[in-house]
């Protein structure tokens, strides 16, 4: 960026002897405009001219000035705010700086000499300089006042005690007998729930109160003591901290308002909103690897990201007296300077210098809705973020709360009114997300209300097999001729981007940037245009992922049907793909949104992807894969088979929820057959057959302890016993997933018992077995017995094994290194060794996969006169290089000794340990690692140990499936 470049006066005319300018000098329109058409037109052609800058050198502060010309539009756009700013206008107090830190602008103006007007100091000692002047005004005023006062004495009530007085009366001198001091006052009321913001995230005009908001009808809000807010401390069970904050107001009663689980929110990135409504189930975990997931997948660059979630905490209670709720927040890897958690309008107080990645505190709350925000910024985001809202079953002694019994019967959720849901809706949205490590995509019926009369029961009935998406908030098709109309008008407005776009890469970028402005655009016979012009080009450039969001788009605002487009762009695709490395990923999209399509009842085009899956598998020879969809697709259509057989039973869960029969029928289908046990156990739990529903009441309690977790699996399995063969591998397979979560720590009998089990259920897989099996292909000499493997000291070896693994598991690895044996009398005998054989000599590395990604986990890399080194490769094109971010300095394999390796494989990290110590972690788009050249295998999906220069001995090499 060249020095002294002013984006206001190059790009918006603005000189700089107007800067920095106002709102109104921003937009270029006349100060004090009042007509909102004239306002949203200014801030559509500025923001429509910023962005063709985006791709020039100075993309950042283009970036940046749109959502400084967002943010004007908002304060203009709302009549509150735009009387607020009018009235500094008018009074010459303009705001300072109307860019954020940082921004060059903000250089550019201060050079520039402000206009001359009096001091501030003289403008505020006006007044008194006046009644200084003119003591009669002074002695007139001053009688006036007392006058009024006694007239507000005489005839005005005093007013009624508030909620929040009353409730300190019920538990008085809460502060003196907390056992937590506070560390910090409280911050002052902070802005209702219901407010538009100026960040973006808001609505553009003031929008209705959310239900059961107090701050829209009092200022204050409600009454918090701040002697015993910002309760810092150790991680502790949610009994431990003492209630510290009494928080009351006039609240709407629970039963008035229904309510969604969950927090409600959006994502913005550098000002700008990313498109997408985001809910958040209190307790869930979320890292920044999931945001930058998010951010890539819809085509904006990486910078500050501000999550703002919205919601209620209900308190449901017959007392009277607070109950006491426990908040326990976790934000490691990021100063807390970018969190802030409002409840009924007011701020809680968390240390901004807390050293810990844990803040705990404890509230008093009555019965009734209190709206909760909490707003998360970062950049980087935090490393992990989670929320945890519970009821304290037990208080400390000496607490004036209510007694243990009546808090007991206390019911406290989290989730989201209609209101708070039309609130987040107000802005475009291109889609909706589960805010998890999953990160599932929701469809707009899933977040909607749906009247307790129609609800179907446990959980709503899937659509139908030919069914399309719901009909809610879209639009019917534009005519062709609009269509085409717009589409000509788009490529002329666009057309030097259309005529440099002749590479694949190129079509691609222009793809997302016309995905991204139809989900921005307002006529919606364009943002079809916009999305079809997006799909094509996408298409065109070879990315799969992003024509899928493009149909996705179009399915979600206009009434059609986007599998039949997902087809098309499949089946263009796999006719197209030429080269082993497109069809290699080609085969993992398939594969996925197959899954997708199982996931949404949509079998016939799940058959249809697994068929073009298994054709592609077989044109690059991979018979495992290719005779693993073929599978798949046989269970597909058995699971269609059985969907239509219970339609009847899905009908009468409509009118009688509670029936037993049908809760059995459609709960045995989600469990026994497509393997949707968390939707399907709601159902179980009203089964007609008791055992069923005694063990699937048992399974959503999610015990911890070791011995209820086996027990759990013993019950499951018996279970299984009773079923078809079908069936009883898929019980099983459940089963082994609580073995899974037992079996380290159970000892004797029962961990035998529990081990057995595992391999019989699929969910443990020896690797070795394979080898002795001879599913495996070797490069170099390996020697291969019913207990070990052992590699030859040639310089690489490689052992690859025919299975392809979960979306995320575990391997463990035992191995020992042994002695090389001694060369042959008189072999190279005054020769010097190759200084190239040295390097790495005695590494021992694992191929590891996660999907469609491959990648390489070094251990014990030597390198001549430096050291010994671990790191996975290669990360951002980093092999043995101190630039690849996981490269350590360690030796992680003891020599002479049998060493235990295990490499976690995540859908968003992964981590190496060595004898119980972690060597290696990455955390973050696992597209950064890459596989080396000459180390990868001819299929991206095995998995496979190789050595260099070294013999080592693996006595176990067993793979452990994590999965649900």
Known sequence: MGAGFDPYYLWLGIPPEEQ??????????????????????????????????????????????????????????????????????????????????????????????PRQRKPVWRRLLAPIMFLWDHPAVTVFLALGLLLSSALVRRFVPPAPPRSSELAEAAAPSLAEESSHPSTSPTSGTGPAISKTTSDGIGTRATLPPVAGDSSASTAQGPSINPAAQGIVQKPSPPSSPAPSVVASSTHSSPADVPLQPGLLGRITVGGEDLGVIVRYMPGDAVTGADLDRLVTQYGLQPGEQTVRLLGVIRVKSGVTSGVPVHLQLTWEGAPWEGVTVTLDGRELSIPKE?????????????????????????????????????????????????????????????????????????????????????????????????????????????????????SAQRTPIPSPQDVKSARDQIRQEFRKDYQEATAPAAKVLLARMLLKQGNQETDQVRRFAFYQEARELALSGGDFDLAIQAGEALGLNFELDPWSLHLEAAQ?????????????????????????????????????????????????????????????????????????????????????????????????????????????????????????????????????????????????????????????????????????????????????????????????????????????????????????????????????????????????????????????????????????????????AVGLTQGQHQFLAVVDWTVPNQGVYCFLANCNGRGPDPANPTFQQVQAIRDQRLNTLVYSVRKTDVTVTANG????????????????????????????????????????????????
Not at 69 to 95: C, F
Not at 374 to 399: E, M
Not at 461 to 467: K, T
Not at 922 to 931: E, K
């Open 20 to 113: 920095p300018p106002d709102h109104y000098r921003l937009l270029g329109i006349g100060r004090f405009e009042n007509d909102p058409e004239v306002i949203e037109r200014a801030a559509d052609r500025q923001i429509q001219f910023l962005r063709q800058m985006l791709n020039t050198p100075h993309g950042d502060l283009a970036r940046r000035l749109i959502s400084e010309i967002n943010k004007a539009r908002i304060v203009l756009l709302d009549p509150a705010k735009k009387s607020a700013y009018d009235a500094q206008l008018w009074g010459e107090t303009l705001t300072e700086g109307a860019l954020d830190p940082g921004w060059p602008g903000d250089r550019v103006a201060s050079d520039i000499r």
């Open 354 to 470: 807390l050293q810990e990645a844990v803040w705990n505190t404890s509230l008093v709350l009555i019965p009734g809705d209190h709206p909760v925000e909490c707003r998360l910024t970062g950049r980087p985001w935090a490393k992990s973020f989670k929320l945890a809202v519970s009821s304290l079953a037990v208080q400390p002694a000496g607490v004036g709360v209510a007694p243990v019994e009546e808090a007991a019967h206390a019911s406290v959720q989290v989730g989201y009114t209609e209101a708070i849901l039309a609130q987040v809706s107000q802005l475009p949205t291109l889609a909706r997300h589960a805010l998890n490590s999953e990160l599932a995509s929701l469809s707009s019926t899933e977040l909607a209300f749906t009247p307790p009369e129609e609800s179907p029961g446990p959980a709503e009935a899937p659509l139908a097999i030919s069914g399309g998406r719901p």
């Open 572 to 844: 263009s695709l796999v006719r197209n793909a030429r080269s082993t490395e497109q069809r290699e990923k080609l085969l993992s999209q398939l594969e996925t949104l197959a899954e997708s399509a199982v996931g949404e009842d949509r079998y016939q085009e799940a058959d249809g992807l697994l068929e073009m899956a298994g054709t592609l598998a077989g044109q690059l020879r991979d018979n495992v894969r290719k005779d693993q969809f073929l599978r798949r697709r046989d269970e597909v259509r058995e699971i269609a088979a059985a969907f239509a057989s219970i339609r009847e039973h899905l009908a009468t869960l409509q009118t009688t929820p509670d029936d037993p029969a049908a809760n059995e029928a459609v709960g045995r289908f989600y469990c026994f057959i497509k393997q949707a046990w968390q939707k399907g156990l709601p159902y179980l739990v009203k089964a007609e057959t008791a055992l069923i529903r005694t063990v699937a009441q048992a399974d959503l309690q999610n015990p911890v302890q070791p011995t209820a977790q086996a027990q759990l699996g013993d019950d499951w399995w018996a279970i299984a016993e009773t079923l078809p063969e079908k069936e009883k591998a898929v019980v099983r397979r459940h089963a082994g997933y609580w073995y899974l979560q037992c079996e380290a720590k159970l000892t004797g009998d029962a961990a035998q018992r529990v081990r057995s089990r595992l391999v019989e259920s699929g969910r443990l897989i020896n690797l070795l077995g394979l080898a002795v099996a001879r599913r495996v292909s070797l490069q170099g000499t390996w020697q291969i017995g019913p207990k070990a493997i052992i590699s030859a000291p040639e310089p690489v070896t490689q052992i690859i094994f025919h299975v392809i693994p979960p979306q995320e598991y575990d391997l463990v690895v035992d191995l020992q290194p042994l002695p090389l044996p001694p060369p042959p009398r008189g072999a190279n005998q005054g020769q010097r060794s190759n200084p190239l054989l040295d390097i790495g000599r005695g590494a021992f």
């Open 917 to 964: 110590v972690p060597i290696v972690r990455y955390t973050g788009d696992l597209s950064s690692l890459s596989m080396p050249q000459g180390w990868g295998t001819i299929t991206a999906s095995r998995l496979f140990f190789a050595t260099r220069g070294a013999m080592y001995q693996i006595t176990r090499a067993e793979l452990r499936d994590l999965g649900p």
